[in-house]
């Protein structure tokens, strides 16, 4: 009996799909939700565009504001980009501003109308922003725009929210930060910069120079796999509040931000930020913004690419197909140095015969992400036997003069 359909001749069945799925790195994108009281009627409420930082009469549209000024801020880092923007409901009062931004994640409205970006305009955020919305915390609690941000970055997986804490010092600033202290999602920068607006020097939201400073640094490298700080901010004048650094001196300002979750800039133009909020000790040690991103992105990259293979005979031949997929993305971004080993497992207890006949398969796959060096310790101590070299270096040079009237003698 004929597996196929019975026929006289031949026929050939074609199938030019490739046998390794691609994983590949997404390219990040930042998105902002912002009102936009004097923007034109074509830029609608809730609803995402994509706008480059060079094109001119798309950001005209925008009108005069914070929205227009945080493109042009992202421009001042020196890159080309498409910005994800959605246009929120505005109104005077900042309490319900704060409101509208936040939106209702069931009505896709504020920041959840990013959650349509993908299907709308074809690009997904990779960082949430929204400056000057995220320095408040009403009521002495977390800032509900970046409380939304937080829960929207899970959907997303590989996203993180870019926010500023508020307050004139650096312990009220850690206090903002520790309101997000069990995220992974969060980023929080102290103080406001100053940049140049108009012929005038103004003071602006370090988080949109922040975001631009790690848009930058992927473009650089072509992935999200490197750190961004410990580099010059390019589009800023300085700092609105002085921040001390002292190399070496962990009671300086720089460090204890650091250590409490909150990015910050120093000597003027450096970006000190290699932590996230996270600092309760259930997540401490995922703090690392760079571990945490690449992490993401390995994860997130194979939701799609995998996919492929869904629907195929569940057998050996497509077992090895996907760990060999898998394997090499991960051989891969060894080789980037963006992780430093990986183990594939097969553990036939998460793949007991009911899950199997199912239509499951379960793959474990181990890796850690190569850090970034963060603290870098000398330990100096005087070294007494140097001077036995010393003296025998002496009296090499000595001996080599040839003069038989000095004498050298050994000890």
């Known amino acids: 009996m004929a597996a196929t359909v019975p026929n006289v001749g031949v026929r050939v069945f074609s199938d030019l799909t490739p046998t390794v799925a691609s994983i590949d790195a997404r390219q990040t994108y930042a998105f902002m939700c912002l009102p936009a009281p004097n923007a034109d009627n074509s830029i609608e409420i809730d609803q995402p565009i994509a706008i480059s930082t060079d094109d001119t009469e798309k950001i005209a549209l925008l009108g005069d504001g914070t929205a227009k000024d945080a493109i042009a801020q992202i421009a001042a880092e020196g890159i080309v980009t498409d910005v994800i923007f959605s246009r929120c409901e505005y109104d005077a009062d900042e309490d319900t501003q704060l409101g509208h931004i936040a939106g209702s994640a069931a009505n896709k409205t504020g920041i959840w109308a990013g959650l349509e970006a993908l299907s709308e305009i074809g690009l997904e955020p990779g960082l949430v922003l929204s400056p000057g919305f995220t320095h408040q915390r009403p009521g002495d609690a ?230 970034e060096l963060v603290d870098l310790g000398i330990y100096t101590e005087p070294q007494p036997e140097a001077f036995d070299v010393l003296a025998e270096n002496i009296a090499a040079a000595l001996e080599a003069l040839g003069d038989p009237n000095i004498r050298v003698i050994a000890s």
């Open 142 to 371: 977390a800032n509900p725009v970046l409380v939304a941000a937080d829960a929207f970055c899970d959907r997303i997986i590989d996203c993180m929210a870019v926010g500023d804490a508020g307050g004139a010092d650096r312990e009220t600033a850690a206090i903002a930060a520790s309101d997000f202290a069990t995220s992974l999602n969060v980023m929080m920068g102290w103080p406001n910069v100053r940049i140049w607006k108009d012929g005038a020097d103004v003071v602006a939201p370090m988080s949109t120079s922040w975001a631009a400073a790690i848009l930058r640094r992927d473009a650089e490298v072509g992935n999200p796999y490197k750190a961004a700080w410990n580099r010059s901010l390019k589009g800023i004048r300085g700092v609105a509040t002085r921040v001390s650094h002292r190399d070496g001196d962990p009671t300086s300002d720089s460090n204890y931000l650091a250590q409490a979750g909150v990015g910050t800039v120093i000597e003027n133009k450096l970006l000190w930020a290699p932590f996230s909020t996270a600092t309760d000790p259930t997540v401490r040690d995922y703090r690392s913004i760079k571990r945490i991103r690449t992490r993401r992105s390995i994860e997130k990259s194979f939701l799609r690419a995998m996919r492929k293979y869904n629907a195929d005979d569940l057998g050996p031949h497509l077992a090895v197909l996907i760990y060999q997929t898998i394997s090499e993305a991960c051989a891969e971004r060894r080789a980037l140095g963006a992780i430093i080993d990986y183990d594939l497992i097969w553990d036939r207890a998460l793949n007991p015969n009911t899950l199997l006949r199912d239509g499951g398969l379960r793959v474990k796959l181990r890796f850690e992400e190569t850090p």
